[in-house]
């Protein structure tokens, strides 16, 4: 089976059968984890945005495609995502300032093409590659170390009244997931058996059923099951969200998102640094895989889907460059080798469900995951701490590049934004 992809200008797309084999574990995972985690819009867009249910799973489809376009269509070897931390921040510009579904929208357009020609200007220039080698290996330390604390945090802190309101489905979920992270240190003990390395070999599926379980015994886990497909409201949804029928936004929305923009782009930029210290940490030992790693063509590729998402589904910041979470799990498994998994590429591309855009309309599967949401982002959420922490502390030796390393991870975590 060919690896080398299908070259197209300065991107190389991969396909399904052609470059890369079904990686099963992966796909699972990914139907349960990526898809719940998708979802999680829904709520805003409809109490906030004016969207109907099935407008809102609509657009979160076409989030979906664009995500997956970024390993698919550009060959970029990062499982992308939202920009998280700058969601907040965006939320409370364009809700607080901003009356009317319509003018939201707008706001939504002019921050997403606005970033996209940013990231257009930093790939032409070359300032997005060269930053990055300008970085001590402290600061670069230091914003992996923040990622981890910012993770943490994020579950324990911010968003501790969702632990308080699912305690028993919160402590299930993390206890699964530590104890198949520790699996393969067991191998050596003679209670391991091949049943233990199957039930590994699943990831954080295995979680996610004993939290069905008790969670559903304790009440806290509720389903509401709904037959039957979604029938896409296409052509009512971009009468609702697209410039071609509200409007582009006037000059003054552009002005205004400028600033945060700014911020939104070094918070990918730390993406960036996260993403490929991941990636160079497991390298050795996949050197049948080599990874090229090339930050200007990155950048191309997320301007190129903003671009694309403010014309037909404006909501930033949802075209980002990595979700840690699933590059941890993708990347630990390719780490294990080609037994496990044939190449990087396949293994992000099945955990996307291969830009699938079926799996959105059938309601069974979409009701039947809802209940996971919180689950699911904090499960990504504890991985991103765990390995990010892992990596950061094996980056620097040195007592000064550890100051610098913590100094930065502190403020990136209390007091940045």
Not at 51 to 69: K, P, R
Not at 283 to 300: T, V
Request: charged share 10%; with cysteine; net charge positive.
């Amino acid at each position: 089976m060919k690896k080398s992809g299908f070259k197209w200008l300065i991107f190389t797309a991969y396909f399904p059968f052609i470059h890369m084999r079904i990686e099963w574990s992966l796909l699972l995972q990914g139907l349960v984890i990526s898809l719940s985690t998708g979802l999680a819009l829904i709520p805003i867009l409809t109490s906030f945005f004016g969207l109907t249910f099935e407008e809102a799973v609509t657009i979160a489809m076409i989030h979906m495609l664009l995500v997956t376009s970024n390993t698919l269509i550009f060959g970029v070897p990062f499982a992308a995502g939202w920009i998280t931390p700058a969601l907040p921040l965006v939320l409370a510009l364009v809700i607080n300032n901003y009356n009317t579904p319509v003018e939201r929208f707008q706001m939504m357009t002019a921050l997403s093409l606005d970033f996209g020609v940013l990231m257009f200007l930093m790939a032409m220039t070359g300032l997005g590659q060269r930053l990055s080698g300008l970085l001590p290996i402290g600061v670069k330390a230091g914003i992996i170390l923040g990622a981890s604390f910012s993770a943490f945090k994020a579950i324990f802190y911010d968003d501790i009244s969702n632990f308080k309101a699912m305690p028993v489905s919160y402590i299930t979920a993390i206890m699964v997931c530590l104890i198949i992270m520790c699996l393969p240190n067991l191998k050596k003990f003679k209670f391991f058996s091949q049943s233990l390395i199957t039930i590994a070999s699943f990831g954080l599926l295995p979680a996610f059923v004993m939290v069905g379980v008790f969670g559903g015994l304790s009440g806290e886990i509720i389903f509401d099951i709904k037959n039957g497909f979604l029938n896409p409201p296409m052509a009512d949804l971009m009468k609702k969200v697209s410039p071609f029928s509200i409007g582009f936004p006037p000059l003054e929305y552009y002005i205004k998102g400028i600033p945060l923009e700014l911020v939104t782009y070094l918070i990918l930029f730390s993406d960036l640094i996260t993403g490929k210290s991941l990636i160079e940490d497991n390298q050795k030992y996949r050197p049948d895989d080599p990874i090229d790693i090339n930050f200007s063509r990155i950048h191309y590729a997320i301007s190129i889907r903003n671009f694309i998402m403010a014309l037909f589904a404006p909501f930033f910041p949802t075209q980002g460059v990595l979700w840690s979470g699933a590059q941890v799990i993708i990347v630990g498994r390719w780490a294990q080798g080609k037994e496990k998994l044939e190449s990087l590429m396949s293994g992000i591309s099945a955990f996307y469900y291969y830009g699938i855009p079926v799996v959105f309309l059938i309601l069974p599967l979409i009701t039947f995951l809802k209940p996971f949401m919180p689950i699911a982002l904090m499960l990504t959420l504890l991985l991103t701490s765990i390995a990010c922490c892992k990596l950061a502390l094996k980056m620097v030796s040195l007592n000064g590049d550890r100051f610098t390393m913590l100094v930065v991870a502190i403020l990136l975590t209390f007091y940045s934004l």
